[in-house]
Every structure is written in C-alpha cells, then in structure tokens.
C-alpha cells in the first residue's frame, strides 16, 4: 500500500517506491523524483468492465502512475479526505474520486432510479480491496452513521459515497406540495437504512 | 514602512503609514483611515513595459493606494499569500499578483528572454500570459491561487516538476524548462492528460496552486 | 476522521467550518436547498401553504425573497451547507443585523425579517438565532469603513449605510461615464460607507457567477461524445421553451 498525505487539505502527496497509483486524468499538478504518466486504457477493470463503462457511460478517465518519488494530486481547490480500505468495499459517486492504490478494484453497479432525477449516473462505481483512496469534495468530507435505529436522510448532490450494509432507497417528500417544478428544493431524498457510514459533503454540485 | 497581514486564507490587510502599497485592480475589500487611490500600470519603464502594457491593455491595471490607514484585499475567493522575499528575485504571472510595494524593484519579463522557446512553448501551454512580472530585493509580497498556494523547495539535488496550470510563481536561482512525456500512447491520441510538465533545477521555491485551472 | 451519529453530533452548532447542524425542535426558516442530510423526523413546508401562512405573517415579511425559504419542522438534526462557504451562527438578544440575502440560511422562527432599504439584504430583528454563510471566514471591522459592496456580509448595531463615489481615481472620461451611467469600471470608484457605531462583517470579494448545478453541467460536457452534445442541445431547446411557456 502506497502512503496517501494530505497537505493543507487541498492537496494529495502519494510517495511511490516502484508502485502504481490511479488518479483522474489532468489532476497531477506536481511530482518530485522520476515518474510515468500514462493513459489507463482499462481502467483496471479488464476488458469487460472497460466495456460496460463505455455502455453506461459512467465517464472515469484514469491515467496510472509509476515511479519513484512524491506526485501531488489537486483538482479544482477542492478539499481531499483519505478513507482506507482494510478489505471492504465502498460505493462512490465517481466524480468525487480522485486516486486510488493499485491494489483496489473498481466496478460498475447498477444503482437504481435515483441518477435519472439527480442528473448523476444511473451507475454507480465500486471499489474494494485493501488500499487506500482519496476522494475530494466541496468542503471537507463528513462521515455520518447508520444504524437500524436510525436511518440517514440525504440530499442526492451532497451524496459521495457508502460503506458497510446499507441499501438505499429514494424518498419523495409528499409534505412538498407547491415546490412542483422547482430545481433547487428539497423535494426528494436518498434513504439509507442498515448499518455503516455514509460520507457527504456540505455542498450542492 | 508598510505591513502586510495575514486575516484570515482569503483576506489580508496592508498598515500604510504615508507610504503606497499597489495591488490588483478591483481587489480592494475595504479601508479605514486616511487613505486614496489612484490607477497605475505595472510600475517601471522600457520597451518592455510598454509592450506589456499595449499587449494587455486594462488587464493588468493596477490600483495605487496611498495613506495613513488600513486597507484590506481580497479577490472572488481566492487564497491569499504573503510571501516573502529577501535579496532575491520572485516571478509571478502577472495576473496571480494581488500586492506589492516599493521595497521591491519590479520588471516584466517576456518568457522568451528566460528559456527561449520553452519559455514561449510554456506561456502557450497553460494559457496564461507570455509576460512575467519579476519583482526583486528585500520585502514582501502577496499573491493570489485557486485553493492554498504550496511552496515546494528546489535544491540541486531535488528538482521539481509541476505542471503548467497549477504553477503560480517561482522565487530564487532557478532555471525552467519543459519536459513532455512522449510515448506511443500519447501519439494515438491516448494521452495521460499530463504531456507536459515545467522541470525546475536549481536553488529555490516554486509555488503551485491545489487547481488545475 | 470523526464519524457522527445523532446522539454524537454538535447541537445548534458548527460541524465543520464549511456544515452546520441544527437540532430542529420547533419551527425554523431554512434556505432552499441548503439541507445537506438529516436524522429524524422532519418535514419541510414551502412557505405560502396554507399550515404555515400565519407564522409567514409574523416573521417573514420580504415577499421578493419568499420562494428561497422554506419551513423546516419536526424532531430531528438538519445538516446543513452552503456549497463549500464557510457558515457561521449569530445570536440575537432584542437587536436586529442585516445579511446580504443570498448568504442568509436560515433564522429561528421568533425572528423578524425584512428587507434593507439596500437592495439585496435582509434585517433580522428580534432574539433568537441566524445562520449566514461566506465566501472564506468572516471578518469584523469597527467603524468608520468603506467597503466594496462585493465583499459586505452584513453589519449590526449601525445605522444604514450610504453609497460613496470616489473621485480621486474617476481621473480621466471613461470612469466619469461610468460613474454617471452607474456602471463602475473596478469597483474601487463606488464604496459602502459605514459611519456612527456599529460593527461591519466583510468577506473576500465574490463574482456573480452562475448554479453550481451549471457549473457541474459545464465542467461535465467534455466527456459528451458529438451525437450526446445534439441530444443536449435540443433538450436545452426544449426546456426552454416549456419554462417560456
């Protein structure tokens, strides 16, 4: 497992001794010592899931990175947060990923009805193993709780990702009645019920 | 002699006591006490200046404020750093500059003169400007990035590599020059989205912004 | 990193600089689309439904900014953020402040709220508690001050303020145009001046730019092959014509 750093909250130090990294395409703004950017032409899902991404248009452009040395990753001044893995498997909004370890494995999942009203994805991205994964977002990260006592309602642009037991299901608030045609309300939330931890961000993308 | 602050990673406050601070137009966020302004360009003279100036016309104007008071800066969100500088010369893209003063002798600098057509090639790359500000002796000066500017040290033995959009400026002995990462990949159109890097050898500091532009 | 559930979240406070929990125990105005995630039980009301209309009489009286609030009721925790701004709370004991209106997320329901004879802020009057977000930190600054309007958050305890131009840089034809057709050329010709007592809560400086929804659209249209950006384009069309409607 390479070693993940963040500094100052906006910037990923990944130290590389003769490993891979996965990063989104164009977010490297610099690197100490000797390393090779290349286009992953799999995305490290073999051919199949290279396939199934093209079908499902869940776009991820990935380049690895090889080498020997410190790289940075930043995208956008967004804040990045760190989430290890010890043989788990998490479901993220793959805009929000930024690297990840060669060792996790990424898939697609079909994720229910929810992308056609949030704009987002009708899939959704895997990623399992044991490694560790940098996602960012709009204001630092915040990991919330779910237990069956008690279920997590959340905003669908604020959703990042999942882990642990949960399913998911997508409320429409009946109390919502003269929002009809309105973008920006409240009028639908994700429900998460089981148990595991949801992590948000305090945005709206 | 004036005294720039730090308030909070968005705003900075510049004490004046007679004397003038020049800083980004429309940068001004309020002042207090006895203090006015004026417009200016970029400071100094020579061909160079004037080509600057005709090439990029109100862009770069700047905004001279003179006094006894307090006036504060910020600008459309942007992270604020105060750097500074002792007997050394900084570069900064002109448009990253947010303040400086007349401790420090101030020059543009056409990128062509510094690396020749890497210089140019770079300008063309990330975009931004062919000209440089160069700001050099003893003082302080603050500049503006996209998320926290980060200071990366260059020493003989660690040369840095940054890519273009996210570098903001450099201070010290350093020299530049570009390095692409050509392999058969990139020439079928499969590039990495990092063909080119800014390799920086030498003595000194290069900053870059956590944003890609 | 710190994990949060209900019995562990902060209660009527900060979570983060950027996320801000209330415990929603009576009524409480909330900006729209501001709610992040929430435990509980909670409904949220747009404001000119019936149930509400008598509290709407009380407390909100600015029509113009009526459909970006709604009402937020139950039992629970609300969570929420305002696109990476940092959120601050301010408490009102029988005083009144006044928030520029886009940075006004929510105020407990004893508060009264009107609209400044500056155009675009709120006055909020009463006791109770107000939510309000920046652009970076808050700063506070004593009088007398002249701010660029840009950067005003709001300002307590002090009366109205008035526009000032200045003419020391309206040197030369263009900027007098400007200042007579009431466009400002930086922004340094026109300032906020603030007198008398009080305090002034400025932020950095922010460009009108558009939806984080566009600017997610935007920021997502390279990856659209040629025939998707055709489909994208007449559903535009499409829209467009229906909202005309």
Redesign the interface.
Known sequence: MSNFRI?????LEVDLHNEKVMAI????????GT?????S?LGGEGLFGALKRKVTNE?L?L?QTTGNGTV?F??????I?V?PLVNEKLFIES?SLLAYDDSLKTNTTFAGLRGATS?QGLFTTTIEGYGNLAVFS????????V?PK??????PD?FIGYKGNISQEFVF?V?????IG?????SYQFKFTGQG??Y?????? | MPRYQQINEKLMEVSLNGEAVFAKKGAMISYQGNVVFRRSFLAGNGVQDFAMRVLTSEGYALMVAEGTGTVYYGYNGFFVSIIQVVNETVFVESDTLLAFDARLRTGTMFLGNQGGVQGILRGAVSGQGLFTTTLQGTGEIAILSDGNAIGLPVTPQQPVFVDPDAYIAHKGELSSNIVTDLNWKNLIGQASGESYQVKFTGQGTVYIQASER | MTSYNPNTLPKNDNLSRFAFVVDVEEEIFIRKGKMVAFYGQLQFESLGSSVVDILIKEAFNAPAYIQHFIIAKGHGQLILGDNGNDIASYDLDNANMTIKAKHLLGFTKDIVCQESTMIGFLTLMGTGKILASSNGPVHFLDLPCRVDEQAILGWADCPSPSYRYDYAHVNDLLSLVGVMTGITLSGEEKQIDFRGEGTVLIQSSELALGSPTLGHLLSQLPALGRNELNSLSAAVAQQITSQNR
């Open positions: 500094n100052t909250d906006r910037l395409s164009g977010a490297m703004v610099g690197y100490m390393m090779k950017f290349e286009k032409l776009g452009s380049m940075f930043a995208h956008n001044a967004a804040e947060t989430i805009s704009g709009h204001g630092n990260l915040i990991t919330l709780e237990d008690y279920p997590l309602f959340v905003d604020a608030d109390n919502w009645r003269n929002m309105e973008a920006s309300g409240e931890v949801v948000i961000q305090p945005a709206e993308r």
